[in-house]
């Protein structure tokens, strides 16, 4: 039976709300997807105090992606607990400004208790969805996210909202999870899968497709494919159905990757 987009976000909410409050990363083990398991260079990592960068829930590295500037103003899609936002506000510095949007509450309050004791007066969090942004339009000069788009049921709208927040010339910096070759009905369907960052993938092409629908122009995208234990993780956490262990993983390792990919707003 097909997932209703309320459902999917609900068991996703659920799902992140219940690995903060254990300190736990996004796809099973507690330092799989953590930023100091080598997903962002040194230099960056630096530039916030030890232990800050242990909890994160990406599959990427979309800061270095986007090469950000002093003085931008920034939107990090799917903020969490607010790792990328505050490597961002570091970059765009006293000028600039950045912006998390997270429809989890846990994540919204662990994001503005670490930005005060960081004491970064350039960030601010937002509670809302990825498919309704509570930003205004023409008013963001780069978007960044970091495994999340994925995760949302209507990635046409989370497109479509994005080139709408954009200001003309605006570039978008994501890291997400796209697949090549569809992948088995079962884990599309598992709500276990949607919050563990592989099912809601759908197939590069088609996420390129959706952005070009939206208006976005001089798309890239360079794959990046995990290593065996990151996606036997994420297989694990796919406890709901039990007809998932009869799937060959072989067909997922082929298929789902993470993927660098930019795009922009034309001017």
């Known amino acids: 039976m097909i997932q209703s987009p309320d459902t999917i976000h609900e068991s996703v909410r659920e799902h992140y709300a219940k690995r903060i409050q ?15 398991s080598s997903l962002y260079p040194a230099d960056l990592l630096a530039t916030l105090p030890d232990g800050e960068s242990s909890v994160s829930y990406g599959c990427g590295d979309p800061i270095t992606l ?9 939107l990090d899609l799917g903020s969490g607990a607010g790792l990328d936002c505050f490597f961002a506000a570091k970059k765009v510095g006293a000028a600039g400004r950045v912006i998390g949007v997270d429809m989890t509450p846990e994540m919204i309050a662990r994001a503005r208790s670490s930005a005060k004791r960081l004491n970064l007066d350039n960030v601010e969090f937002r509670e809302g969805y990825l498919e309704n942004l509570p930003v205004d339009s023409n008013s963001v000069d780069v978007i960044i996210s970091n495994c999340v788009i994925n995760l949302a049921p209507d990635k046409s ?25 569809p992948l088995p009905e079962q884990i599309k369907q598992s709500l276990s899968a949607w919050a563990g960052c592989v099912a809601g993938a759908v197939e590069a092409k088609d996420y390129i497709g959706m952005m070009k629908v939206a208006g976005f122009t ?49 001017v």
């Open 218 to 266: 001089d798309i890239a995208i360079t794959p990046v494919f995990f290593d065996k234990e990151t996606v036997d993780a994420a297989i694990e956490d796919m406890d709901d159905i039990v007809e998932l262990k009869s799937i060959s993983r072989e067909e997922v390792y082929k298929a789902v990757y993470s993927a660098k990919i930019t795009a922009y707003k034309p």
């Open 157 to 181: 709208k989370v497109f479509s909202e994005a080139f709408r927040v954009l200001k003309p010339g605006g570039k978008l910096a994501v890291s997400d999870i796209v697949t090549d070759g």
């Open 22 to 36: 254990n300190s736990a990363s996004c796809c099973g083990p507690a330092n799989c997807c953590s930023a100091e």
């Open 66 to 74: 986007a090469s950000l500037q002093p003085g931008q103003t920034v």
